[in-house]
């Protein structure tokens, strides 16, 4: 089983949908976990951390069930900007970065 | 305020030969790694600096992979001699903080490698 999982897609939605993304981790002492965005051919920029309460920025919600080892990312009101893999980062104890091998997202018109 | 910035963009060398990647992390950024993103994979981890300490190399592929933070500012990562396996992207980030888990990673525009 691969330490961080995503469902590689392609999500394409219309503009204006709501999506979500899901990623499961393998390790349970795991700290802390990220969603980064990856724009094709461009360097990974972080989206948001997310947090054992969950948090929200704008159209964007993340959730951590550390119960069930996943976190999720939902967009609201899609817009065509939006297009891009979406990468899923977990921490564990060592301090070492794990990836996900991302989630490719396509709004359409 | 300048970025995470590597050089070259682009490398492309016969087997055997070797090449060194450039990082220079946003100034005052004590935290430094290197990733890798082999095609069709995730990205991994190489390794990480705090300073010119290296911190963690668990995520080095053998000891063809030499990464060097002389006084702690820019890092090099020298690949001798190259295989074909070792093609791909490879990214650098910094970080301020002491390496903590929570730091924001800002990330380089990466160096793709292409070896022949």
């Known amino acids: 089983r691969k330490e961080v999982e995503q469902d590689p897609g392609p999500f394409n939605v219309p503009e204006g949908a709501t999506v979500a993304f899901n990623c499961t981790y393998s390790?349970?002492?795991?700290?802390?976990f990220f969603w980064y965005r990856q724009d094709c051919r461009k360097e990974p920029k972080l989206l948001m951390s997310?947090?054992?309460s969950g948090n929200e920025d704008g159209r964007f919600t993340a959730q951590l069930n550390r119960a069930s080892q996943y976190i999720s990312l939902l967009i609201r009101d899609s817009k065509l900007s939006d297009s891009a893999t979406y990468l899923c980062?977990?921490?564990?104890?060592?301090?070492?970065?794990?990836f996900g091998r991302g989630t490719s997202l396509i709004v359409h018109p | 305020e300048a970025g995470v910035t590597q050089f070259p963009s682009h490398s492309v060398i016969e087997k055997g030969q070797t090449v060194t990647l450039r990082c220079d992390p946003i100034?005052?950024?004590?935290?430094l790694y290197w990733y890798r993103r082999v095609m069709g994979k995730e990205i991994k981890f190489l390794l990480h600096f705090v300073k010119e300490s290296k911190q963690d190399e668990s995520g080095m592929p053998n000891n063809r992979f030499l990464a060097e933070r002389t006084g702690g500012t820019y890092s090099t990562l020298k690949v001798q001699p190259a295989e074909l396996e070792d093609s791909g992207v490879y990214f650098c980030?910094?970080?301020?903080?002491?390496?903590?888990?929570?730091?924001?990673?800002?990330f380089g525009p990466g160096t793709r490698l292409t070896v022949l």
């Open positions: 100034s005052g950024h004590d935290n």
């Open positions: 390790n349970s002492a795991s700290q802390s």
């Open positions: 980062v977990v921490i564990g104890g060592s301090y070492i970065p794990t």
């Open positions: 980030a910094s970080s301020t903080g002491s390496g903590t888990p929570s730091a924001t990673q800002y």
């Open positions: 997310v947090y054992s």
